[in-house]
């Protein structure tokens, strides 16, 4: 994963687009590591563990005073060049709209800082409790169980009406990958939801929820050139650091769904594009 050059978006204004929040009244003295057990400052979030890791921020699975689990995401230090960058990625997450397709935002909460992340706000989503799109694609691949075109058509409608959402509001994911889409039980009857021979949940009897908004960055109509990352997922005018707007998350939206019908990986697929050059 690539560090971000500054962010510039391609406008007349030199201006934000919103007031940043307000900076926090932070202790003087870091809190000790947040792991299993440990509480987010005077928060009510409790840490349960930890989920995932990536360049900008890391994300903990937490319960809160009433026991009910919730995601949250702390920003880890040095990952942003300036405190601007850093509050404009947490505002970012207020803009996140209403949608079945995208993982709900609850709130800010205060991050006293520790010895790995940045003092300041961490940002709590909703748990989705069937765990990531990336998962899914390894159990069905280990039992070479191959998803219908429905089901497909299922999966794909879901995402693109989630990202349709997220970009109505103004906002690029640019981080689009199964590793960032996650799964959640529908509403649907508990009799009608399981697979009557292994009991593994259905496509679509599951809601796909976009999530992981650590990269997301809010565009409005205009354009930027962030560099991000060369990965095989990453469209091409990001790679090679041209302007970019949000249909470069329709690229990655893509290749999820090709990893999905497939039941590849993204660096398999880049892997085997290797070994055909050479």
């Known amino acids: 994963?690539?560090?971000?050059?500054?962010?510039?978006?391609?406008?007349?204004?030199?201006?934000?687009?919103?007031?940043?929040?307000?900076s926090p009244s932070l202790p003087t003295t870091p809190a000790p590591a947040f792991t299993a057990g440990a509480r987010l400052g005077k928060s009510v979030y409790e840490c349960v563990k930890q989920l995932g890791s990536g360049s900008f921020g890391t994300a903990?699975?937490?319960?809160?005073?009433?026991?009910?689990?919730?995601?949250?995401?702390?920003?880890?230090?040095?990952?942003?060049?300036?405190?601007?960058?850093?509050?404009?990625?947490?505002?970012?997450?207020?803009?996140?709209?209403?949608?079945?397709?995208?993982?709900?935002?609850?709130?800010?909460v205060v991050d006293p800082g520790d010895a790995d992340f940045a003092a300041g706000f961490a940002l709590v989503f909703e748990h989705c409790n069937r765990g990531s799109l990336q998962d899914f694609i390894r159990e069905r691949r280990l039992h070479s169980k191959q998803l219908t075109e429905f089901e497909l058509a299922c999966c794909a409608s879901q995402l693109a009406a989630g990202l349709s959402a997220l970009h109505e509001a103004g906002i690029i994911h640019r981080d689009i990958a199964p590793r960032n889409i996650f799964l959640s039980d529908s509403q649907r009857p508990a009799a009608n939801r399981a697979d009557s021979k292994s009991g593994a949940q259905q496509p679509s009897e599951i809601l796909l929820k976009i999530g992981d908004f650590g990269q997301a960055k809010y565009i409005g109509s205009q354009q930027t050139d962030t560099f991000l990352g060369t990965g095989p997922d990453?469209?091409?005018?990001?790679?090679?650091?041209?302007?970019?707007?949000?249909?470069?998350?329709?690229?990655?939206?893509?290749?999820?769904?090709?990893?999905?019908?497939?039941?590849?990986?993204?660096?398999?697929?880049?892997?085997?594009?290797?070994?055909?050059?050479?």
Do not use: W
């Open 60 to 108: 903990f699975l937490c319960k809160d005073d009433k026991a009910q689990l919730v995601v949250v995401k702390r920003f880890k230090k040095n990952a942003f060049d300036t405190e601007y960058e850093l509050q404009a990625a947490t505002e970012v997450a207020s803009k996140i709209p209403s949608s079945p397709n995208l993982c709900k935002f609850h709130h800010l």
């Open 1 to 22: 994963e690539g560090r971000s050059f500054p962010e510039r978006t391609m406008s007349n204004s030199s201006q934000p687009d919103a007031d940043l929040l307000p």
């Open 234 to 278: 990453v469209a091409p005018e990001m790679r090679s650091l041209q302007q970019y707007d949000k249909r470069a998350d329709l690229y990655s939206l893509g290749v999820a769904l090709f990893e999905l019908m497939t039941l590849t990986e993204c660096k398999d697929i880049a892997a085997a594009r290797a070994r055909l050059s050479s």
